[in-house]
């Protein structure tokens, strides 16, 4: 792990400082002047991916005094000792001050590398490259200085741009899973952003498993720097390990975690739990992931075990904001995530070991709204079937159903096409059934599906029907005359209210809404 240093979007000290090197000894190797000479590799491998900083041209056995480390040693070896001993000793002298590699040129002194030499460099990991062809050092250096600067000129060009993009973003106000998606995009890596408590507040996997992801970064395979200002730190942003970037992959990482910080400086660290919330929440209703695994492991890093004891999905229909509602959760010992969505506020809970009571439902809650709890389920797809039985009967509660909690286990129905909801054929049956209401209420701006709806929710009560329909119930019984007629069935048929309800009920919601 890397830990962040202080940071300034303006410094232009060397960017491999920071990051991977701007030049390996690999690509010196490759330069067509270096090529020239017939370059044969003895000792590559790792030892090929060591940065260059620059390159020394020296025949002197005691060269080792006079470099500071990342330089590339040309040599014709002419000065050099002859025993196995005293080479063994010269290569242990480089590999401390920190050579990149030796390009060994082959001439009369030294027609073959000695396996001294090869031995000692193999055992040291540091490059060396044998030159079968006489080259002009001269002419390999000007080669390396001039794609030194290239490549520096690159990468300051690149930490331009990216401090404009962070900065930009910033300034806009985008949110941290915005954030965290530029920088792994910027990197070409995956990238995680949690908070001090370790909880995942964003991930971008870029198509890897997220499971396999939130491991990795919790390994230590990988570049971490925290998010702080001014002092406080409200948690981490860490990147998997990925290809070289020519700004470095720290200060990209550096970049991203800035501009998250200035996001909590403007509106504080608690948008992070509302964001993960409700990115969860989302993903897992609208069926964002292919592998139920992933969502397990998010919800695990938000400290919501699923599996560990039955979990449900619950709806408030509140205005109220969802993080006043998981607090109160919290209060009444039920592990919770809450989010908004549309006029209700949704909850994934681990009821205590009890369950959940009715009136710790409505203490959660809050004073005069209804609660909808979905049935209990032991995995991820019990729980969003649990979660969309709960908003599926929350669509279909009475306006004035305030202060009442209702369970899905006591609609069975309603239960049973949640967690069909995905079946297209499901769908197909209730746009098939209900197309001649659909478009009379299109066509003449009619209530014939709200009436259905309040007949299959009051079967055996017609009065009942009627008031929630908020008609007299004569005009009731016309409508249910005309429903009659247009769909050429029997209301008072069980078989035929069945059907009705699941049609209903396997709507899409969209729809349902826009009739």
Known sequence: MSERREFSPSETDRPERHGSPLLRVADVVALPVVQDGAPRVLVGGAALDAGVRWVHASDNAGVARLLDGGELLLTTAAAWPRDARSLRALVRELAAVGVSGVVVELGDRMPRVPDAVVEACAEASLALVALAGEVKFVTVTEAVHRALIDAQTAALRERQRLHELFTALSLRGAPADVIVTETARALDAPVVLENLAGEVIATEALSRPVAEVLALAAD????????????VRWGSLTALVGPPHPAGRLTVLELGATALAFGCLADGAAEWTVLAHRTLIDDLLGSRFARVDDVAARLARLGFDVGGRPACGVVVRTSEAADRIRARA??????????????????????????????????????????????????????????????????RAPEDAADTVRRVADRPLAQLVAALGDDRRLQEHGERMLAPLIRHDRERRGDLLDVLAALVAHPGNRSAAATASHLSRSVFYQRLAVIADLLAVDLDDGEVLAALHIALLARPRGARERS
């Open 330 to 395: 919290t209060a009444e010992g039920v592990a919770a995530l809450a989010a908004r969505r549309d006029d209700a506020v949704v909850l994934l809970v681990v009821p205590p070991a009890g369950g959940l009571s009715d009136a710790a439902a409505r203490r959660i809650a809050g004073p005069a709204v209804a609660v909808i709890i979905g049935q209990p389920a032991d995995d991820v797809p019990g729980l969003l079937a649990s979660t969309r039985a709960a908003l599926e009967l929350a669509a």
């Open 220 to 231: 230590g395979a990988s570049e971490r720097v925290p998010v702080q200002a001014r002092g």
